[in-house]
């Protein structure tokens, strides 16, 4: 393990000083910058702890969580949006514990999971994007016109009637940005959002998540993915790595990975 220049188990605090580094289009705009506080948080499951003692606070709109494969990226982002409950430590993720306060997390936090099979319930695609409407209280027809709304905005609107099951990776995992997206949430947490997506859709995809005026939480083990993320957090073993800027984080983390890489521990991965 590198001598990380953060220290792995500390208390970390950061604010976002995004709205300095970006362009008047693309700027999100002071408004919605979302607390996430993590105060010690451990969770275990199946009697082994994956995450380990968590103890961040940040003020965001661009944050990066990075890491190598089981490292914990996506058990947190079920953690942050809620969907699982922490072992001990405390959670704060806009202002409400979002596992306890279940109405504000479907309200303000967006989930995209690493795997849109995990995600997706529903026959076709307009009825993907509606449910999460109707999850939200929208009667039927406001949902139907919201959802189409949506799809229209993605140039999309001739999905509505295709099965979800009859789309590939890439085009599901559109169809669940999309039903986030519908929601309006304040938050979008992004679970490597990428994977499977060829050149023209993921171009498609960033241009939008650049102009989406609430926060977003882009999970990636690719720094290339998280070029317009100024603040990373990077997690190791279910611990805090390091956090901090891209630059401070980025050197060591790609080091880090070069030298895991060099070596061989795939074998004693699933420990
Ligand atoms: N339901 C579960 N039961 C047992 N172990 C689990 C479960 N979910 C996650 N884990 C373990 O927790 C650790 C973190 O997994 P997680 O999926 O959060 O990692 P990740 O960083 O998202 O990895 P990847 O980059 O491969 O997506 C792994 O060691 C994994 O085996
Ligand atoms: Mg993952």
């Not at 990075?66 to 993720?93: C, P, Y």
Request: charged share 20%; proline share 4%.
């Amino acid at each position: 393990m590198a001598n990380f220049s953060l220290g792995i188990g500390s208390s970390f605090s950061l604010h976002d000083n995004t709205m300095n580094n970006t362009t008047p289009t693309s700027s999100p705009t002071a408004q919605n910058i979302t607390s996430v506080q993590l105060d010690q948080v451990c969770l275990d499951i199946q009697g082994k702890r994956v995450l380990d003692n968590l103890s961040v606070n940040v003020q965001t709109k661009r944050l990066g969580i990075i890491g190598r494969n089981g490292s914990g990226k996506s058990t947190l982002s079920r953690v942050l949006s809620g969907l699982i409950e922490i072992s001990a430590g405390e959670l704060s993720v806009a202002g409400f514990d979002p596992f306890h306060d279940r109405k504000s997390a479907i309200r303000e936090i967006g989930l995209l999971f690493q795997n849109p099979d995990h995600q997706i319930i529903f026959p076709t695609v307009l009825e993907e994007v509606v449910f999460g409407l109707r999850q939200l209280g929208q009667k039927k027809a406001q949902a139907e016109q919201n959802a189409l709304e949506t799809l229209t905005t993605f140039g999309k609107a001739h999905w509505q009637d295709v099965h979800t099951s009859a789309l590939s990776q890439g085009q599901k995992h559109l169809v669940c940005l999309m039903a986030i997206v519908a929601m309006k949430p304040n938050l979008i947490i992004l679970d490597e959002p990428f994977a499977g997506l060829d050149i023209p859709t993921k171009k498609q995809l960033q241009r939008y998540l650049d102009t989406f005026p609430g926060s977003l939480i882009h999970i990636s083990h690719d720094p290339n993915d998280l070029d317009n993320y100024h603040q990373l957090l990077w997690l190791e073993g279910g611990k805090v790595a390091a956090f901090g800027t891209k630059d401070d984080v980025l050197p060591q983390y790609l080091a880090e990975m070069h030298r895991i890489g060099d070596s061989d521990d795939i074998s004693i991965l699933a420990h």
